[in-house]
């Protein structure tokens, strides 16, 4: 498959690429996209960079080692509220519930704007807030229920999937015009390269992030008119190999971790747990197990695998990583859409319903589990013993959490609406909330460290 040009309109020769001026004062720069400037620069610019990020940022989906666990040096905030510890804040055209990207002295974030039908990229200083710029990745192509493209659950939104940096290029995952596809931008805010992924069928929605591993960038787009799991080339797009995935609809994201002694690619849902070689796609192993829709993503204890999901089967199980195809254990606990979280061979999850709990990872043996309030999309951070938890309604909570205690240190309110997971790092949080302001939506991106 040959990557496509950028576009972001699919009945258009051009694509117009915003760059904003830091303050609303200044007049936009604006730009149109040339294919045949852009096929030679992206010969010329085809090399192959090495992924290049500190263990201070936090490039992609769920973080630097892809659990959800932040690094431990840091100490980040554990109160807050509209006017305690918010270093800045930046307001955010249109709706996402991405998570923030941080690498270097950048925040990038992915947003959709119903009314101009354009779903971009944002980058904004990483000490400031200042928006350095935004770039028009799709215009037009917004699912339309009058044409057979509903727009599936109304908690959804077309900017649900967090941005992977690795260092030189930030790659997206967008549903457009009936279609997934993959965008590179460089660190500028310019379009490199644009492949489509698969055809897609909204069911609920779209919200699987790209997963950076060597060379590649591999995505998925599991839809009831049958997706693929994909991998294509960081630098130029072009496909390195292509699974085609059943006609089923699941929302997971590829995940690439060191389990049972070798990398594994592992991913779940479509009533399978399903594990490949991040290199060529070839199947070490897979089961009919974990369930139908899926919206977590996998974590591991080195020999496990933990799925969960809660359609039409609400659950958790432990999966031996060996390819014996064991299920360990099992039980009906609904954890749908926030991920879990491993650590020391306990398994940390906070459910769709509002309740902590943890378990021993190797029997499921429940340790504790605490109440909290409310109902729960955005996924928990861990940063050594504080587990941060946001409800939909903008209310965090703080846990000291142990594998076999748990305390709660503080509730924080902020907002109206929270469904993206935070970032956290170099002791601050980036969190993207929304507030009511004259009877609409407003998002806003916040930057909270202590003061």
């Given amino acids: 498959m040959r990557p496509r040009r950028p576009n972001s309109n699919s009945n258009s020769n051009s694509i117009t690429v915003l760059v904003l001026a830091i303050s609303f004062g200044c007049t936009a720069t604006t730009w149109a996209f040339d294919e045949d400037k852009a096929e030679n620069e992206a010969k010329n610019e085809a090399v192959v960079h090495p992924i290049e990020v500190a263990p201070s940022d936090w490039p992609w989906w769920r973080g630097l080692d892809h659990t959800g666990i932040a690094a431990q040096d840091q100490d980040p905030p554990t109160t807050w509220s509209e006017s305690e510890?918010?270093?800045?804040?930046?307001?955010?055209?249109?709706?996402?519930?991405?998570?923030?990207?941080?690498v270097g002295d950048q925040v990038f974030l992915a947003t959709a704007d119903d009314q101009q039908q354009q779903q971009s990229v944002l980058c904004f200083d990483r000490q400031t807030g200042e928006q350095l710029w935004s770039t028009i990745v799709h215009k037009g192509g917004f699912p339309d229920p009058k044409n057979g493209r509903g727009a599936g659950n109304e908690k959804?939104?077309?900017?649900?999937?967090?941005?992977?940096?690795?260092?030189?290029?930030?790659?997206?995952?967008?549903?457009?015009?009936?279609?997934?596809?993959?965008?590179?931008?460089?660190?500028?805010?310019?379009?490199?390269?644009?492949?489509?992924?698969?055809?897609?069928?909204?069911?609920?929605?779209?919200?699987?992030?790209?997963?950076?591993?060597?060379?590649?960038?591999?995505?998925?787009?599991?839809?009831?008119?049958?997706g693929a799991i994909m991998a294509m080339q960081r630098a130029t797009g072009a496909v390195a190999w292509k699974r085609d995935r059943p006609t089923k609809p699941n929302y997971a994201s590829p995940i690439i971790l060191n389990v049972a002694g070798k990398d594994q690619l592992l991913?779940?849902?479509?009533?399978?747990?399903?594990?490949?070689?991040?290199?060529?796609?070839?199947?070490?192993?897979?089961?009919?197990?974990?369930?139908?829709?899926?919206?977590?993503?996998?974590?591991?204890?080195?020999t496990h695998i933990f799925t969960s999901g809660g359609y039409p089967k609400n659950h958790i199980a432990a999966v031996a990583a060996d390819g014996s195809g064991t299920v360990v254990w099992e039980n009906t606990v609904r954890a749908y859409?926030?991920?879990?979280?491993?650590?020391?061979?306990?398994?940390?999850?906070?459910?769709?319903?509002?309740?902590?709990?943890?378990?021993?990872?190797?029997?499921?043996?429940?340790?504790?589990?605490?109440?909290?309030?409310?109902?729960?999309?955005?996924?928990?951070?861990?940063?050594?013993?504080?587990?941060?938890?946001?409800?939909?309604?903008?209310?965090?909570?703080v846990l000291k959490v142990t594998p076999h205690s748990v305390e709660r240190l503080a509730t924080n309110l902020l907002g109206d609406s929270v469904f993206a997971t935070p970032a956290i790092s170099g002791s601050r949080i980036y969190q993207r909330v929304a507030h009511g302001e004259d009877g609409k939506r407003q998002e806003y991106l916040y930057c909270l460290g202590n003061k």
Avoid at 192 to 208: C, E, L, M, N, R
């Fill in 337 to 397: 859409v926030p991920s879990m979280l491993q650590q020391d061979g306990f398994l940390y999850a906070v459910l769709d319903a509002g309740i902590a709990t943890c378990r021993n990872s190797a029997t499921g043996e429940e340790t504790w589990k605490s109440r909290l309030a409310g109902t729960f999309s955005s996924s928990p951070v861990l940063v050594g013993d504080r587990l941060y938890a946001t409800n939909e309604d903008g209310a965090t909570f």
């Fill in 85 to 102: 510890n918010v270093l800045w804040k930046a307001a955010i055209p249109g709706r996402g519930h991405g998570s923030p990207t941080v």
């Fill in 267 to 302: 991913f779940t849902g479509c009533d399978l747990v399903t594990s490949l070689n991040p290199l060529t796609g070839a199947e070490y192993w897979e089961i009919e197990a974990a369930t139908t829709e899926c919206v977590t993503t996998t974590v591991t204890d080195g």
């Fill in 156 to 226: 959804a939104s077309l900017a649900s999937s967090t941005i992977a940096c690795d260092g030189t290029l930030v790659f997206i995952n967008f549903l457009n015009n009936g279609a997934c596809y993959t965008t590179a931008l460089n660190r500028d805010g310019r379009l490199t390269w644009q492949t489509k992924v698969s055809d897609y069928v909204i069911h609920q929605g779209y919200g699987s992030s790209p997963t950076l591993y060597q060379d590649l960038v591999i995505v998925s787009a599991d839809n009831k008119g049958g």
